[in-house]
């Protein structure tokens, strides 16, 4: 079946670069696009980028200067890596195909 | 970017009612290929989003008949018939039609 596992630090310091892992199964990364959707804490979601079944990428305007998504097929991860991190980047980081989501990962910017 | 605007913020309910969440876009939520990419979804407390109806009225697999999405252009709706206690939780509304995707601030269904 389809599963998706977000892995990395719970806490990362600010100014500091967040690198995520999203670990899939159940499904070819090359013919589905899996995005990263955050949501600070009591709050909603946002959209933040996707990579597509071609490997090319999608971001958020408002984070497209510190967003990288990338991909390593063989091993079936789609990568996160966002730098300049502030408290208010402090959110569950999911990634999904929007059909199905990961459990979520709780990302923490802190001194 | 394409603003969704989600009323009411929250909405209380008694089980077994119908309840009613509307979603109102900046602009067309019709993609140039002709399809609206109009989702709906419900976060449970401490759950991950789940999807409940994608391009605007399709149930995805599973999900109940008592939801329904309906809508075009720029005004959509999910309507809940006979509310059930698994139903409680935050409605979000998505946009993939126009770059940046977004989704709307959110509707809780909460009992009264």
């Known amino acids: 079946q389809v599963q998706l596992k977000e892995s990395g630090p719970g806490l990362v310091q600010p100014s500091q670069t967040l690198s995520l892992t999203c670990t899939v199964s159940?499904?070819?990364?090359?013919?589905?696009?899996v995005h990263w959707v955050r949501q600070p804490p009591g709050k909603g979601l946002e959209w933040m980028g996707g990579?597509?079944?071609?490997?090319?990428?999608d971001y958020n305007s408002a984070l497209k200067s510190r967003l990288s998504i990338s991909r390593d097929t063989s091993k079936s991860q789609v990568f996160l890596k966002m730098n300049s991190l502030q408290t208010d980047d402090t959110a569950i980081y999911f990634c999904?195909?929007?059909?199905?989501w990961g459990q979520g990962t709780l990302v923490t910017v802190s001194s | 970017d394409v603003v969704l605007t989600q009323t009411p913020v929250a909405q209380p309910v008694t089980l077994g009612d119908q309840a009613s969440i509307s979603c109102r876009s900046s602009q067309s939520l019709v993609h140039s290929n002709g399809n609206t990419y109009l989702e709906w979804y419900l976060q449970k407390p401490g759950q991950s989003p789940q999807l409940l109806i994608y391009k605007v009225s399709n149930r995805f697999s599973g999900v109940p008949d008592r939801f329904i999405g309906s809508g075009s252009g720029s005004d959509f709706t999910l309507k809940i018939s006979r509310v059930e206690p698994e139903d409680l939780g935050v409605y979000y509304c998505?946009?993939?039609?126009?770059?940046?995707?977004?989704f709307g601030a959110g509707t809780k269904l909460e009992l009264k």
């Open positions: 159940g499904f070819s990364l090359t013919s589905n696009s």
């Open positions: 990579i597509w079944g071609d490997g090319s990428t």
């Open positions: 999904t195909l929007f059909a199905y």
């Open positions: 998505f946009q993939a039609t126009h770059d940046p995707y977004t």
